[in-house]
């Protein structure tokens, strides 16, 4: 017999009360995303920590480029610079031929889902701003660009909802190891684990938080150590390979990640080195948690082995900083995420709750909520 749905998922109301782990500093001030000025502004990711500069995208085209070259990357902020991207397209398409503007809009929302296959917050983004265009006659400006505001308001809001439930599962004196880039600048604002992570340090739950360094791109020391620094939250960078040995000297209770697509089975596709961390993390005894808004289930996608994974240049691992590291004639394997199973993971936190030891069932009582 299944279980009722109120038994397979940990809904907001039967968690830990979330005013005692509210905080009275948010720790809330990047964005990597906004629109400002009718253009896409972007935090250009590539060149932190080094210089902090912005990006304005005009286009479609030039959105595109930016989510392929991962000048923005992080399947939220993937999916808010899509939506936005959606307007500038239907704004050209609009003034060149205002009365068939929906036709040739489609192949631009073909080129922008196709960006980056593996982060499904990219594809539900562009479904939604397809949908709206639809319904649509005349002007589409206004209506377009008002819900590409509230796909970015509810991402924030939405994470701000998770690093609550997050934190309330973290004991006080813990130490957390954190993989990638999950915070403000993989998302509209405040992040998906690294909201966790602020949530728990703002209740004063955490003693340590250790971030991988995360080969190639060095979205860990770069990125996630960038943003704590920013919000003075102490932060330790490890190499990647480091993780089992700080597990078994017991420095991390959670290891914390994100997720780019979460299967219905709860298998969870995330940047590579997550699937390690996770098989390290149940040998040690280590809890794994997963947070992604609820738009990262995809429930069409039956587990792990149907999630397509990114395969990208090789020159991102044979070169470091713009210089060749292995030998002329030695190639790389590079792929970009990997995925974790269900039977790793004790939680993956949502805005419409909690669901621990993730199942098929779990995961769709979860949708039903």
């Known amino acids: 017999m299944v279980a009722s749905d109120a038994s397979l998922v940990t809904p907001i109301a039967a968690m830990p009360t979330p005013e005692t782990v509210a905080p009275s500093i948010t720790y809330d001030r990047i964005r990597a995303v906004e629109w400002l000025d009718g253009s896409i502004r972007l935090i250009d990711q590539r060149l932190l920590p080094g210089r902090l500069e912005h990006l304005t995208l005009q286009t479609l085209t030039e959105a595109v480029h930016a989510i392929r070259d991962m000048a923005v990357r ?96 973290i004991e006080p004196g813990s130490g957390v190891l954190t993989h990638c880039n999950t915070g403000a600048l993989a998302t509209g604002g405040y992040g998906t684990a690294l909201g966790v992570v602020r949530a728990a340090y703002a209740a004063q739950r955490l003693n340590a938080v250790y971030a991988d360094e995360t080969r190639p791109w060095l979205q860990g020391a770069r990125l996630t150590a960038w943003e704590l620094v920013q919000e003075g939250i102490p932060v330790t960078v490890i190499a990647d390979s480091a993780g089992a040995q700080l597990m078994r000297e017991n420095r991390v209770r959670w290891v914390i990640v994100g997720a780019d697509r979460i299967a219905a089975n709860g298998d969870a596709a995330n940047k590579i080195g997550t699937y390690n961390a996770a098989i390290v993390a149940r040998h040690h005894g280590v809890k794994f948690m997963v947070v992604a808004p609820i738009s990262t289930v995809d429930m069409a996608t039956p587990d792990g082995a149907h999630i397509p994974i990114e395969q990208r240049a090789e020159s991102e691992v044979l070169n470091f900083g713009g210089q060749r590291t292995a030998p002329e004639g030695a190639r790389a394997w590079n792929p970009a995420f990997d995925v974790t199973p269900a039977e790793l993971i004790d939680a993956i936190v949502t805005e419409r709750g909690v669901v621990l030891s993730p199942t098929r069932e779990k995961m769709a009582a979860l949708m039903r909520t």
């Open 74 to 169: 992080g399947a939220p902020a993937i999916g808010i610079t899509a939506a936005y991207a959606v307007v500038l397209a239907a704004r050209a398409r609009y003034s060149e031929n205002p009365g068939n503007w929906q036709a040739a809009l489609a192949p631009d929302l073909h080129m922008l889902a196709e960006a980056r296959p593996t982060a499904v917050n990219l594809r539900w983004a562009v479904e939604r701003m397809r949908a709206l265009c639809a319904q649509l006659s005349g002007d589409p400006l206004p209506a377009l660009l008002a819900e590409a505001q509230r796909i970015h308001a509810e991402d924030i809001a939405a994470n701000h909802r998770m690093g609550e439930l997050g934190a309330a599962l």
